[in-house]
């Protein structure tokens, strides 16, 4: 497992951008796949994106696509949710996760991934 921490919530107004940060100690985000995931009030936790360890693949939720884009700073060892056009719909509570499994990649399996950070908020008003 990893240690996963998570930056850059905030609120913004709808239309508006964030970034997400996820930064990781230990193993190196090469080695595993990660990726971000997010849980509204009363709603069951979904995958939004990810990447596959050892390859370039990503996966963004269709929600997402074309809005969202998920990617990596190895020398940093952190992974990044750069969010624009964003909705009220958006609102959530995001995470950061890792599959160290380096098995098949399923990024919509959520207990597929073994490593959660703590959460990050985000607030988007119409």
């Known amino acids: 497992q990893v240690q996963l921490v998570e930056s850059g919530g905030g609120l913004v107004q709808a239309g508006g951008s964030l970034r997400l940060s996820c930064a990781a100690a230990g193993r190196t985000f090469n080695t595993y796949s990660v990726g971000w995931f997010r849980q509204a009030p009363g709603k069951e936790r979904e995958s939004v994106a990810a990447f596959a360890w050892g390859t370039s693949h990503t996966y963004y939720a269709d929600s997402v696509k074309g809005r969202f884009t998920i990617s990596r700073d190895g020398a940093k060892n952190t992974v990044y949710l750069q969010m624009t056009s964003l909705k009220p719909e958006d609102t959530a509570v995001y995470y950061c996760?890792?599959?160290?499994?380096?098995?098949?990649?399923?990024?919509?399996?959520?207990?597929?991934?073994?490593?959660w950070g703590q959460g990050t908020q985000v607030t988007v008003s119409s």
């Open positions: 996760a890792a599959d160290t499994s380096r098995g098949l990649f399923m990024p919509t399996v959520l207990g597929r991934f073994d490593s």
